[in-house]
T-cell receptor
Framework: GAGVSQTPSNKVTEKGKYVELRCDPI?????LYWYRQSLGQGPEFLIY????????DSGLPNDRFFAVRPEGSVSTLKIQRTERGDSAVYLC???????????FGPGTRLTVL | RKEVEQDPGPFNVPEGATVAFNCTYS??????FFWYRQDCRKEPKLLMS???SGNEDGRFTAQLNRASQYISLLIRDSKLSDSATYLC???????????FGKGTLLTVNP
């Protein structure tokens, strides 16, 4: 079956712009996660959704970052007023529920010029 | 102290070698432990879970020492296809929030 998909695969933007990153989880997975991976680092947790609600957004670095999952399936990570330090690979993962293995998508590589 | 610390690497080994990766974690309340593999410019994928009793999957053996807060991964008879970054991952108490180490790059040479 299809895995987690993310679009776009690459996004180049200018400092100060707004970006949206999309994640399509595996069908039937109720749990969805966003992570951020900077060069030479492991992924860092950003936010976890159980169904439509953000159960834990403690990893979001500041209020420029926001994520939604309005129908409990697709999720969008939104970044306002992008900064060069936001450049990273943004990974989405999903799992059947929070107790099960997380499957990662291929990521969106964000470059802020 | 970082939550999860790994050997800095990189490791360069010949085919057929045995290689061991080490990892320590700071949160003694951590519940579950994993090794993930990440190929260059790809997503991380679960390699194996790590249990207190130790577990083996073919050429791969994982060990956990809760008292020392130490995790290891041993790869025997390494193959070219084992070349990747190996990430030590800890679930610090919640079910969902995975904490990753920086990863250790392994290159297996012909």
């Amino acid at each position: 079956g299809a895995g987690v998909s993310q679009t776009p695969s690459n996004k180049v933007t200018e400092k100060g712009k707004y970006v949206e990153l999309r994640c399509d989880p595996i069908s039937g997975h109720t749990a969805l996660y966003w992570y951020r991976q900077s060069l030479g680092q492991g992924p860092e947790f950003l936010i976890y959704f159980q169904g439509t609600g953000a159960a834990d957004d403690s990893g979001l670095p500041n209020d420029r970052f926001f994520a939604v999952r309005p129908e409990g399936s697709v999720s969008t990570l939104k970044i306002q007023r992008t900064e060069r330090g936001d450049s990273a690979v943004y990974l989405c993962a999903s799992s059947l529920d929070s107790y099960n293995e997380q499957f990662f998508g291929p990521g969106t590589r964000l470059t802020v010029l | 102290r970082k939550e999860v610390e790994q050997d800095p690497g990189p490791f360069n080994v010949p085919e057929g070698a045995t290689v061991a990766f080490n990892c320590t974690y700071s949160n003694s309340a951590s519940q579950s432990f994993f090794w993930y593999r990440q190929d260059c410019r790809k997503e991380p994928k679960l390699l194996m879970s790590v249990y207190s009793s130790g577990n083996e999957d073919g050429r791969f053996t994982a060990q956990l020492n809760r008292a020392s807060q130490y995790i290891s991964l041993l790869i025997r008879d390494s193959k070219l296809s084992d070349s990747a970054t190996y990430l030590c991952v800890v679930n610090p108490g919640s079910n969902y929030k995975l904490t990753f180490g920086k990863g250790t790059l392994l290159t297996v040479n012909p």
